[in-house]
């Protein structure tokens, strides 16, 4: 059985080792489009996960294969919970029939839920901003998502809590809310670690489901009681769900009793917003203030928006606004319309503390049932202006009407036409002139707070357009562009054929956005997801133009950055990529991806000390970036420093116990100790969450094979070999299998495949030779 002149596996393997690998990471780079597709992370970011994967995977078959080895004492502690894209008449509590939010529900009903509450913008880091400083986007000046940090003094109520005394924390779950916008502010612990995930429509690390959030919050929640008895201190948390965001895909068991795809999402969410609850009751210590509200509602085709983000009708702009706990009275309904900015100065009224320089009031009389006047309340939306080109909107609504500011003004009786479909614009030209006054006022008057300190990049994208400089008329809405009305269905579009199948279905996501840019060729937001539907589909160059035409009319954001740095490194124009990549790291240094970038092209050119550096500045910022952990953690593999590879990837499973590439990692690092037993355990653990990893599957059946269970690695050969192209070193690795359970046949078959796809193979064309007897299949 034993063939005395086969060479080592190691030799027949890998036996170029390190430099081999290099070159298989930059082959593996220029055919980055058909690697990602078949690796279970992909995604537009999946070129360079590759890049360390395959330096990994190098490391590890050669170790494989070598074998070696409410208590009166204490203030009341206080949770704010902001459910994302949350309409309020989704809610069983606000009247829905069809309703499965049993929780909210109850909560509302052992508490009080205000009849109608409402957003200042229908999207989310402006709208959370607004609840959290307790100003609308003109004071705290975060005008749309992705752009904006919330400007240096601007004061959180996180920073009031903390002042006084509290322990302050934040759990977020989505993207726009990330540390680097700097709505962590006054948070003492802000968990913003949102897992990979592996939805191929969608960038990687955008969103953390519920149940995962509620995990993490009943975590630090446990760890609080422990050390209570040193400190006492009460906390204030913030818990942010982003599930009920499209697209909707909840747990089975909560889409399958479902009316809509996104009610099963609320349903979802709710049950964790259970789970949480439930934990704080059955901890005991003090009773807990709870708010439940939201950044936004959801159109839901309403209008013609599929989404939110553009329109201010109520669809989008009135949320939930539920609060129940010590002070608060059971089964009230307040009539008076609760704002975004009221959330804070409520909250900071029931717990005894003053709040300072906020633009909106406390709630409290009319939760305890005093007569509350209306206050207006102001909401805008820029997106439609920063990302289309178009009109921005601006509304002001008043106890009974909303008027919306828009190249054609709308005027809605709220209390007759809930829906906002009858516009009274023409019919009422005294009561539009007069809320325009008032509007016009608020804009005039409400003047940032910080404009000074606001980002170089975020003042010049405001002064473009119009919002700062000299006096306060340059606040006021700006009717020029299209109305957004007139462009909705340009929106859908793009939102249906162009922005979901960008990384999927690239070629036809050009096709519609090429079609679009014909139609309205002021749409920077087409421009930038082509050029990542360029990326994805391989046509570097036509990417790097697009994104260098963005650049020169200054409207390159960060993210565009990232997309045209990769961009340059696939296209194999590596100095391009870095300059740019290490621009943008320098100018957003709590943005980890240009920094993740660069470690992926200094990977790919072998100079691992500053791949080391560039993940080393991802964790200076957020310790816990779990890619920067990774990319450690498999650098430390290739230096042979299992000690380090088995803590950075031991962090990881800290935060996600199930990560599945960390999981098959540390299998990797304890085969590499000699406890491969353990090993093939974890392989097969990661594949529970990914069956068809193709990398996973080959190091389950390398440690198989390399430890005298060659039956058993066969299949896992085989199912390595259908979840991927096939590549050499699994077609080696069984044939090397076969040999050992004397299946010459099939040993020779594989070896053929594997001299097909490479013929520099000389020690297994020689293999094969001295095999000579067997007979090709
Ligand atoms: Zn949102």
Known sequence: MAFPSFPSLDALLFSGKLSAVAKRTRDADDKAKAVTQVLPARGMRGPRIVAALLLAAGAVAVLVYRKAAPAPTRRTNVLLVTIDTLRADRLGCYGYGRAATPVLDALAARGIRFATAVAHAPLTAPSHASILTSRTPLGHGVRDNGAYVLPEGVRSVAEDFRQAGYKTAAFVSGFPLTRRFGLDRGFE???????RGSDPRRTAYVERTADRTSDAV???????ARSAAASPAPWFVWVHYFDAHAPYEAPAAFAAGAASPY????????????????????????????LVTADHGESLGEHGEDTHGIFLYDATIRVPFILAGPGVAAGRVPTTVARGIDVSPTLLDYVG???????GRSLRPAADGKALDDLPSYAESLHSQLQYGWAPLHALRTSRFKLIEAPRAELYDLKSDGPEVHD??????VRVASMRAELQKIMATTTPVATRAIDAETAARLDALGYLGGGGGKNAPAPTGRDPKDGIELVTRLGRNGMSVARTEPLKAIRELTALLAEDPGMLVVRRTRAVAYESAGQYDAAVRDLRALEKEGALTAEDSVVLGDSLRLAGRTKEAVAVLLATARKNPRFAQPWLSLAAVFVAENRIADAAAAYDSVLKTAPDQVEALRGLGDLALIRGDVEDASRRYGRILEIDPADPGALSKVGVVRVRQGRAEEGIELFRKALEREPRNAETLLYLAGALAANG???EAVPYFERALAAAPPT?????????????LGDRAAAAAAFRRSLALDPRQPEVARTLAEMGGAEPR
């Open 189 to 195: 612990t802000y968990d913003d670690r949102l897992p």
């Open 218 to 224: 009943i975590q630090w929640l446990d760890g609080t």
């Open 263 to 290: 009610d099963g999402e609320v349903a979802f969410v709710d049950s964790q917003v259970g789970r949480l609850l439930g934990h704080l009751d059955s901890a005991g210590g003090p009773r807990t203030l709870v």
């Open 353 to 359: 503390i003053e709040p300072k320089g906020m633009e």
């Open 424 to 429: 009274r614009a023409l019919e009422e030209p």
């Open 709 to 711: 269970r060659g039956a």
């Open 728 to 740: 050499t070193m699994a077609l080696n690795g069984l044939g090397l299998t076969q040999l050992g």
